[in-house]
């Protein structure tokens, strides 16, 4: 299983970033994907999540501003960040599980600062 992110970046304040996640190695369109993320000094936590179905699931600190989605065809998985804030500056993991085990991508980072 490989999940490939990409999307990072240094953005001000109130700006916008996406987030792509493409997973290899899984029955895609089966499986539920999320999105982690992880600040300096603090514990990973759950941002959002897609389950096969498309019902979402998202951390209260983000909601009506992120927005994840999914596209099987192209075995990708969206997160769109918006009215972004310095406190959602972290390191960005895609995750899924598969057969018992956890995968983790390689995380990506999002920086928010003027």
């Known amino acids: 299983v490989q999940l490939q992110a990409s999307g990072g970046g240094l953005v001000q304040p109130g700006g916008s970033l996406r987030l792509s996640c493409s997973a290899s190695g899984i029955n895609f369109r089966l499986n539920t994907m999320a999105w982690h993320r992880q600040a300096p000094g603090k514990q990973r936590e759950l941002v959002a999540e897609i389950a096969s179905d498309f019902s979402t699931k998202y951390v209260d600190s983000v909601k009506d501003r992120f927005t994840i989605s999914r596209d099987n065809v192209r075995r990708t998985v969206f997160l769109q960040m918006n009215s972004l804030k310095p406190e959602d500056t972290a390191l960005y993991y895609c995750?899924?599980?598969?057969?018992?085990?956890?995968?983790w991508g390689q995380g990506t980072q999002v920086t928010v600062s003027s």
């Open positions: 995750y899924t599980a598969s057969r018992g085990s956890a995968f």
